[in-house]
């Protein structure tokens, strides 16, 4: 495959260096047609299959090879076919080329543009799959845009061979009557940039934007389909409405209320949400109580020859809801009514694309508003595995109900929360199995990366299963058992609670998406477009119930775009950016991760480097006890650029913002290394990270010049 490519480069070489190493630039020139135009039509009318066949190959191999000769050929074939079979002719031609070159793009360079660019690629493809075709009939239009330029870049894109020709053919044909009709006038024209005068380009130009006015037309009478059966109110009590106080709602809220927005806020249960009542507020107090019960374990580390504590369990969670409730008033009802947001509290249903109804305590109410964003969160998944229900289990949910230290502890899943959960009960004093039916837990993070936190919890207790599959929970003698499967074999497991954290599923029922018909994606998350809109232009989701990330910050990321959208869309829209996500997993070590990481990029086929800078050659984490964890760049081969970076070790989900921030605002690892960072800190791990890299890409050939140099001056 290599050696092909290298012969079809060398031939297109060849062919561009002939042309004008030879000068036959001089016959694709007007004057000279205009001198040979006698003959051309005396040769054309004594052989006109051969004349036309002829001309055909000759117009596709130019355009395929990117000669520019193109507007001129155009111009000859009217001067010698005329009008209709000078079309015919040229708009076959130009076609064929073009997907010629098309193709050769993608034989020669995609790969390697894959490797070396395959993440932003990846996007790209993307939006080519929804609107490519009408995109490049735009481009087609507009005489403006090197055609060759866009049969390369094209051809590096997912767009298919046969919707690259017609559109093209299609978007072409406008200029190609243009330039075909101007030759039946050869002698008249003086310069082929005399055809194009500024009101022709200007014409081109408007011809162009037609199809962004064809589709925002398009879009409209899809909407009108939409709310066809649907009586629009003639004015509106709110702009908008906005149903679940979670992040994403709050921060919606927020923002419409920040810019003199009417805006009503609905919560059936309590603000916050699942974030500050059961989940990451909750669950950070209960893991720095568990890990103050770890570092007293470890005193003799510290030169401290003995350390201990007593504690009831009962304290320890009161303590966390303690730190709830110190957290609240930052999402309080007051808070948010003192910045403009009306506050209501009760269950929504949305009754039609502009009304919601609200049930409250005090009566059932209908609100009108212009748009109304869904946040209406997500919920522990419970599997249906026989017998659970009868053995009573408990969720992220519900789990800050407990008061009792369990004995046992069976926890099922070995995700983020699942993880987390498993290691603070371990470090109080429960007996814990976590069960995980996949090979490893953190699925998501490189194999290394999980092991390091696998082996940690092994070291501290916890009995970890993996590839165990739960297949039915029974009451034995008055025992609670779980019975897996692992390799064929049977394997039981008693225990005396259970925490099922198998991940997490969207709310999406109860609120009227089904009495609209608004569709839910293969995720059973609500499916929206780029710009967070659900089927009904104006109604708007994000945060858990949208999908596709389950992270506080990611809702409050996307609540931005769709209050944005909801409130100015009419003017301009913005596409969801999720093109830097960072996340933590809370465990001990912790574990940080931003853009990709070895297993993704191989998966998706993306050329990378790998700098890795070990903890225990940091001063700080060695001062610390610290000293485990790594920090593992990836970088695009040759270049400081920086792909994504797992960390692990302590307070890993702080120094991630580093690699966070250059990721988002394109600078590499040379910036990082040029950056002066505090000693002794656990953030010089970054910097020691880019320096990794850099060693590997020190100039060994100047560096010996500069070996002999210093020899020199040493006399």
Known sequence: MKARKIALIAAAAALIAAFFALDLGQYFRLDYFKSQQAAMDLYYRANPLLTALAFFALYVLVTAVSLPVAAILTLAAGAIFGLAWGIVIVSFASSLGAT??????????????????????????????????????????????????????????????????????????????????????????????????????????????????????????????????????????RNLVVIGAGSAGLVTAYIAAAVKAKVTLIEKHRMGGDCLNTGCVPSKALIRSAKFVSQLKRARELGIATASATFDFAEVMERVQRVVKTVEPHDSV?????????????????????SVEVKTAGGTQTLTARAIVIAAGARPFVPPIPGIEQCGYYTSDDVWNLRALPRRLVVLGGGPIGSELTQCFARFGSHVTQVEMLPRIMMREDPEISDRVMQRFRVEGVKVLVNHKAKQFILEAG???????????????????????????????GYGLEELGIPLAKTRTVETNEYLQTLYPNIYACGDVAGPYQFTHTAAHQAWYASVN??????RKFRADYSVIPWATFTDPEVARVGLNETEAREQGIAYEVSVFDLEEL???????????????????????????TIVGEHAGDLITEYVAAMRHGFGLNKI???????????????????????????????AWAQRFHAWRRG
């Open 100 to 237: 010629l070159a098309f193709l050769a793009s993608r034989f020669l360079f995609r790969d390697w543009i894959r490797q070396k660019f395959g993440d932003k690629l990846g996007a790209i493809d993307a939006g080519v799959k929804k609107e490519g075709g009408f995109y490049l009939f735009t481009l087609r239009l507009v005489p403006a845009f090197p055609f060759f330029m866009i049969n390369l870049a094209l051809g590096l894109t997912s767009m298919k061979a046969w919707t690259f020709y017609w559109v093209s053919q299609l978007g072409m044909l406008a200029g190609t009557v243009v330039y075909v009709n101007a030759g039946t006038q050869l002698a008249r024209i003086d310069t082929s940039a005399g055809i194009l005068s500024a009101e022709l380009i200007g014409s081109f130009v408007l011809l162009g934007v037609f199809p962004l006015i064809a589709k925002r037309m398009v879009d409209m009478v899809k909407a009108r389909k939409v709310y066809a059966g649907w009586v629009k109110p003639a004015s509106f009590d």
């Open 334 to 354: 007051r808070r948010y009514t003192e910045l403009g947001v009306e506050c209501l509290a009760g269950e929504a249903k949305i009754t039609t694309p502009w």
């Open 479 to 509: 025992e609670k058992v779980l019975i897996c499967e692992h390799e064929g074999v049977e394997v039981r497991v008693a225990f005396d609670e259970l925490l099922c954290a198998v991940g997490r599923v969207a709310n999406t029922g």
């Open 566 to 571: 909801a409130l100015f869309g009419d003017f």
């Open 619 to 645: 001063d700080r984490a060695i001062a610390d006890e610290e000293a485990h964890g790594l920090v593992k760049v990836l970088t695009v081969p040759g270049a400081d650029t920086i792909l994504g970076c």
């Open 673 to 703: 290394l040029g950056t002066i960072h505090i000693y002794p800190t656990l953030a010089e791990a970054n910097k020691y990270a880019a320096g990794v890299w850099k060693r590997n890409h020190a100039p060994q050939r100047l560096l």
